[in-house]
Every structure is written in structure tokens, then in C-alpha cells.
């Protein structure tokens, strides 16, 4: 890990074994599958319910700095704690945390590499008992516009994509970005009036930046993959998914392993644009 551009975000399964106890340190599990958490995890871990803990469902809008404080000090995490977070799905919403815990102001962050497929496999220690810690002080901080993007500056971006200064990219599966009905996940959840994908993005699924074991590729591949899709340090780069939990994923390689300056996540993503009155669509690969 140690040829990433910020290789201190990431943790390896050993390390955490190794510090699962440390005083500095709370482990969180964020999980598609909520219920999960429950069948067993890293002995220390608590559980943060992406829905429940961290959206404010009337708004449909991400809960405040202050009432995210208000969830940090329940799990005992002041502002200098490390939190190290892993969970299903290859870290699908351990990096939508990551994302947005960091655009909420916490950056003592840390991803473990590989989740909690690769926790498992390696036969490492798990629990069902759920941990107890005192209560904790938080002070809130707050939100960096510059690690957000909302669907009117996605629309302005457009430009800056013509004219090469730019760049999108559509991390879901080649059905969802061609939208072909037929060769689509099922998300019912999130059903769109429309299928296909914002103009100019580039498809690179998410999954292409991973190992077999669920841990991310090199550097130099990584480089490679999206630098061969024109997505370079260079430009202004959005990523986008249906929710932003899978955009979440390739946000943190761009932004942490690869160093990109420029990116932001594009948390309406495709529920948002699909749905949305007046804005383009492409369809096709």
C-alpha cells in the first residue's frame, strides 16, 4: 500500500487486528445489509446504519455537522479519534461514510483494505457482543463544498467535459450506463423514469479498481485504468452512481490513492439526474 498517494487512509486486516483495542481508535461497520452487523463483526466494532444514522429522510438530505456530532459522541469518537471503517460490498458504504464523514469535517480516517469479505475469509476473530464506550464530546465542524457536487453544478460541468477540462465518471455496471433494461441490477428502491447516463461520462465500474480478494488494485493499474478513459489529475472530475455509495468507492481511489485534486461525488447520482426534468441523458455504450 505504501506506493498510494495518501497510503495512511488504509489499513490492512492485520493491522487491525493488531490496534482493534487501541484507546485512540473506534472501528465502525457500514453495511448495505444492515442486519448483518448483528451476525457477527470485529470484536470492538460498532454499527452505524447508513439510512438511519446518517440521512435526514424528510429533507432528503445527509443529517448536520451538529447532529452528526450527536452519533459520534454515542459511539464514543471525539474529534481526535481514528476511525477505521470497513463493511460489505468491498467497502461500498464504509467509503460513502468515509466520504462523508470527510465532507462533514472528520478527517482522522481510515478504510480497511479488503472489508469485511476479506476480515472473513482470512478466519479472523468475530463477535456478536455489541461494545460499550463512555460517552464522548464532539464539536462539530464543517462541510467542505469542495468533496460535494450537486445536480446543477453536474449541469454547468458539461462544459468544462466539451472542452477537455473535465471529466465524469459513471461508476455503475455497463447495463445501468447503456440503459439496458435488460442487463441491469435490480434496485427497485431506486427505480428512474429514465436509463442511460449524463452526457460525456466515461463507464469505469467501480469493480474494475479492485482485487479478486476485494482489496484495491496498484497504483500503476489503477493510473492506468482511468487515466486510459481520459480521467486525469489534471481535470475537474465528478463521479456519479445511482446513490453515491458505489461513486463513494471510486471518489476514494481518485481522491486518496491516486492524489486527483479536483474530485467530487456526485451524491444524487443517477436517482437524481434519471428522475430529473430538463437535464440530458445519452443512452448506449
Known amino acids: 500500500m505504501a506506493d498510494y498517494a495518501n497510503p495512511d487512509v488504509l489499513v490492512s486486516t492485520d493491522w487491525v487486528l493488531e490496534h482493534h483495542k487501541d484507546m485512540g481508535i473506534r472501528i465502525i461497520e457500514v453495511d448495505e445489509d444492515v442486519l448483518l452487523y448483528d451476525t457477527g463483526h470485529i470484536p470492538g466494532a460498532q454499527k452505524i446504519d447508513w439510512l438511519m444514522d446518517l440521512w435526514d429522510d424528510p429533507m432528503r438530505e445527509f443529517i448536520q455537522p451538529d447532529k ?3 452519533v459520534f459522541e454515542r459511539l464514543g469518537i471525539s474529534n ?3 476511525i477505521i471503517l470497513y463493511g460489505d460490498k468491498n467497502n461500498w458504504w464504509a467509503a460513502y461514510a468515509f466520504w462523508f464523514f470527510s465532507y462533514s469535517g472528520h478527517s482522522k480516517l481510515k478504510l480497511m483494505n479488503g472489508g469485511r469479505v476479506k476480515w472473513a475469509k482470512e478466519n479472523k476473530p468475530m463477535t456478536t457482543d455489541v461494545p460499550s464506550y463512555p460517552k464522548a464530546s464532539y464539536k462539530a465542524g464543517s462541510r467542505n463544498p469542495a468533496l460535494r457536487a450537486f445536480k446543477d453544478e453536474v449541469l454547468s460541468h458539461l462544459k468544462k467535459v466539451e472542452a477537455g477540462q473535465g471529466a465524469l465518471v459513471d461508476v455503475r455496471s455497463p447495463g445501468e ?3 439496458d433494461v435488460t442487463h441491469m441490477p435490480d434496485y427497485p428502491q431506486e427505480g428512474v423514469l429514465r436509463g442511460g447516463h449524463i452526457p460525456g461520462a466515461k463507464s469505469i465500474p467501480w469493480a474494475q479498481a479492485v482485487a479478486e480478494d476485494g482489496t484495491f488494485k496498484s497504483r500503476d ?8 478513459k481520459g480521467v486525469s489529475a489534471d481535470k475537474d472530475v465528478i463521479a456519479y452512481c445511482r446513490i453515491a455509495e458505489r461513486s463513494s468507492h471510486t471518489w476514494f481511489v481518485l481522491k486518496h490513492l491516486l492524489g486527483y485534486k479536483n474530485v467530487k461525488n456526485y451524491d444524487g447520482s443517477w436517482t437524481e439526474w434519471g428522475n430529473s426534468v430538463g437535464v440530458p441523458i445519452e443512452k448506449g455504450s
Do not use: P, V
Open 177 to 179: 450506463f447503456a440503459g
Open 221 to 228: 493499474e489503477l493510473q492506468n485504468l482511468y487515466g486510459s
Open 68 to 70: 452528526l456530532a450527536t
Open 80 to 82: 481526535d479519534t481514528t
